[in-house]
């Protein structure tokens, strides 16, 4: 287990080294925009099992998956006309999309669903990770399953010192509050999760 602190600058050293645990198939805490989170390479079963087991996850619950770039998003899932208005009004930002998924996207991910929450997020490190490895993360809050979001970093660490390899410090937002988790459903905006982005934010941008 290592820990890196980035809350001032990403060291392009430690970058190659959370990056290399990636792509071996570890796991990595690392900050966003809203919350901590814990992911790992979402197109392999170990990791995905590995991830439910560090946050005590119920499997029927699905796993969202974060990507660099819209391109990225349509690598793992079917992206219509209004739907792509939305990842182009809201991403990067704090809105996670749920899509039809593509065959590549682990039943497991999805707890059986055919659809996937995907997202881009607004963070110069989670991007700067994203953009160096070749799949999707895998991600979850950084918490066990059921308590609420945790901000101290010394705290995330003791929780989950057993199943991540690389925690990465960073800076959160304040206020602790998750994406907002939208689908359409025949072009009607249906709100799953509440976040900082309304449903009046989406509906205006598919007028």
Known sequence: MKIFDWT???KNEELDEAVNALNNDKIVVFPTETVYGIGGNALKVEVINKLFQAKKRNYGKPISLLVGSIDKIKN???VDKNEEKIIKAFMPGELTLVLKKKACVNDLVTAGKNTVGVRIPNHNITLCILNKVDFPLATSSANISGENNIADFDEIVSDLKDYVDIFIKGNISDDLKASTVVELNNDIVNI????????IDIEKTLE
């Open 8 to 10: 001032n600058n990403i």
């Open 76 to 78: 793992i899932a079917y």
């Open 192 to 199: 799953l999760r509440e976040g900082k982005i309304s449903k």
